[in-house]
């Protein structure tokens, strides 16, 4: 079986950070989760696996699901739980129904980095229309981050969180690329773009 699926991203946070969980609960169609959880997300090819998965995870675990999404090429779902074991027993079950190790998924890649200094009230205006999360005031310096594949997005914005006072504007981990926009001091920016990508390239995979 390990032939036949591509496991492309195997995402597993530890405990989500307060901002990031209330950006998920705006956005998730499924189980609302909080700060302070444990969650994991799974993209697979071909996409229409992800819904014979999530039945597994939650059937055999306590783990909720919070999204379970296929596009034109993959599938990506979301589980959470206050249980860290919870969580990770999901993702073991997972991956034993598709004969595959985490070692097997793809390493993330930073596709673009970004860091815009005293950004123009035009430009805050424009941008603030499109985000689902803290708003974005004029002045403040912008980290835009993008990486692939899309659901690694999530690592790199909880950590970024986790080691920087920085406002998190928007995410977004559906697609081939993950994308995120955090503001702040220049300072705060420059430690959440330390620790964002640190974040994914110290995640092993192929």
């Given amino acids: 079986m390990a032939d036949k699926f591509e496991l492309r991203a195997y995402c597993y946070i530890d405990r989500m950070q307060p901002q990031y969980a209330a950006f998920v609960g705006t ?24 819904f014979k998965l999530v039945d597994i995870a939650v059937k055999a675990t306590e783990a909720k699901p919070g999204a379970q999404i296929v596009e034109r090429e ?42 815009i200094t005293r950004v123009d009230p035009y430009q805050v205006q424009l941008l603030n229309r499109f985000r689902r999360g803290g708003m974005l005031v004029a002045g403040e310096t912008l980290f835009i981050l993008e990486c692939q594949p899309a659901a690694y997005i999530n690592l790199a914005a909880n950590e970024a ?44 995979g192929k």
């Fill in 161 to 204: 969180e986790k080691y920087a006072n920085i406002k998190l504007i928007h995410i977004s981990s559906v697609g081939r690329f993950g994308r995120m926009w955090m503001s702040g001091t220049e300072s705060e920016v420059l430690a959440a773009k330390q620790a964002a990508i640190a974040a994914l390239e110290n995640l092993p």
């Fill in 27 to 50: 956005i998730t169609q499924g189980d609302l989760p909080v700060e302070g959880m444990a969650d994991l997300y799974i993209e697979v090819a071909p996409g229409n696996e992800v």
């Fill in 74 to 115: 993959f599938g990506m779902f979301e589980v959470h739980s206050h249980s860290q074991a919870a969580v990770l027993e999901a993702g073991r079950v997972v991956l034993e129904r598709l004969g595959l190790d985490e070692s097997e998924r793809l390493k993330p890649q930073v596709a673009s980095v970004q860091v």
